[in-house]
Each structure stands twice: as structure tokens, then as C-alpha cells.
């Protein structure tokens, strides 16, 4: 594990930042120099974070603690059970911040990035997590409801049927199935992702979206 403290914090009356990570899952150096950067430009503008606080990055809701020497740090959440098991790092965290900002980016401006939070509601099928296929439409949030539905792809399950749909959390929503759906949870309301196990088809507006020449989805899904 990787280290990375603040260092102006103190100049505002306000405890450092210990930021704990494994650069073998961070794939980029920078993104940790940027957390780091937004803790010391959010506490010299006033914000204030304290000890069992929470502190949202990205899409995940990370808890902060306090240590021995009087230094914060954030907690990150395992990502594998009910109810959330914390854990020193932001590893994980920044790491899918990262891939939903590279996918948005790969088809649509920076600016249209929309995260939620995982303590928000979405709804699911009850064949959600069953297989590798899935579709995922998402209309304007809300403050407790991140507009996210997700369902599975198999055409003879009726996903109008209030008896074949519950709400969830976002974050057991992602248990649920997985990594599968966390790359496009940024992506912004009336978009459609539908996948099935190749590239994802991306649609907003029933329009089809084309991944950008050079873009992460481009380069990962290379057209034939």
C-alpha cells in the first residue's frame, strides 16, 4: 500500500489527510494527487471534515476517521456484503471515478457527467445478476433516487410488471451483480446501455452513440 498526505490543510486550522491506496489497482498516479488536491481546496474554501463524517468521491460514499496522531483518512467500503464493511483505502474508489469518467468521456462531453451516490435508490429485475447480459436506462435523479434502472437482457421477462421489479440501494444493486454495471453509473439521465457480454451499445434519446476515435471504450471495443 501506497501513502499520499496532505499538506496546507493545517494552514486552515484543520487536520491533514492520510490517503492510503494500491497503486496496483489505481491506474493512474495522478487521480490520487487529485483527491488529495480537492480535500486541501475544499478545506481552504471552508468545508470542514470531521471523524465519522462521510465524504462522497466519485460515486461512492467514503467515512472518514480520525487517527492516534491526529491526521483524517477515508474509509472506503468493501464493496461485497450487507451491511458495509469499511476498509483504510480509497483504492477501489478512485479507481472506478476513473473508468465512469473515461466511459462518459468516450461518448459523450466531460460535462455531462452525472454521478450518484450507492446510498441511493434504483431499481432492479428479479432476474438482475443472473447472467452476463443486462440493460440499464436512466431518467432524471433525484435526491434519494439516482434514476437507475437495471434489468436483465432476456426478452420474455416483463420489466413493466411491478411484481418482477424491487428498489434497492445503489450499492447492493452493484453486489448484486458485481462489477457489470459500476463502468456507466455516471453516465446522465435519458441514456440506454444495453449489454450483452460484447461492446456495450450506448443510446441516448433512442439515438445511438458512437465511441470517440481514441476514447477507453474505443480502444477496449475496437469495431471489426
Not at 438482475?128 to 432476456?154: H, I
Not at 453516465?187 to 457480454?197: F, M
Amino acid at each position: 500500500m501506497a501513502v499520499l498526505q496532505t499538506t496546507t490543510c493545517h494552514s486552515y486550522g484543520h487536520p491533514e489527510f492520510r490517503i492510503t491506496y494500491d497503486p496496483g489497482i489505481v491506474p493512474v498516479d495522478d487521480d490520487v494527487r487529485w483527491l488529495a488536491g480537492w480535500l486541501e481546496e475544499s478545506v481552504a474554501q471552508g468545508k470542514r471534515f470531521a471523524a465519522r463524517q462521510t465524504c462522497q468521491v466519485g460515486w461512492v460514499v467514503t467515512d472518514v476517521r480520525l487517527g492516534e496522531d491526529g491526521v483524517l483518512s477515508l474509509w472506503e467500503p468493501d464493496m461485497r456484503v450487507l451491511p458495509v464493511t469499511w476498509k483504510q483505502s480509497v483504492s477501489t474508489t478512485i479507481a472506478r471515478l476513473r473508468l465512469q469518467k473515461d466511459v462518459v468521456e468516450s461518448v459523450l462531453p466531460p460535462d455531462d457527467l452525472s454521478f450518484p451516490s450507492m446510498r441511493q435508490s434504483a431499481i432492479i429485475c428479479s432476474r438482475f445478476g443472473e447472467n452476463n447480459g443486462l440493460v440499464m436506462e436512466r431518467r432524471q435523479p433525484s435526491e434519494t433516487d439516482s434514476g437507475w434502472f437495471c434489468g436483465c437482457s432476456g426478452g420474455d421477462h416483463d420489466h413493466n410488471s411491478v411484481a418482477e421489479l424491487r428498489r434497492v440501494s445503489l450499492y447492493e444493486a452493484v453486489i448484486r451483480c458485481g462489477s457489470q454495471i459500476v463502468p456507466y453509473l455516471a453516465l446522465p439521465a435519458g441514456v440506454l446501455v444495453a449489454v450483452s457480454g460484447k461492446a456495450p451499445a450506448i443510446f441516448v434519446d433512442n439515438k445511438p452513440l458512437r465511441f470517440k476515435h481514441g476514447s477507453f471504450l474505443a480502444v477496449h471495443y475496437p469495431s471489426p
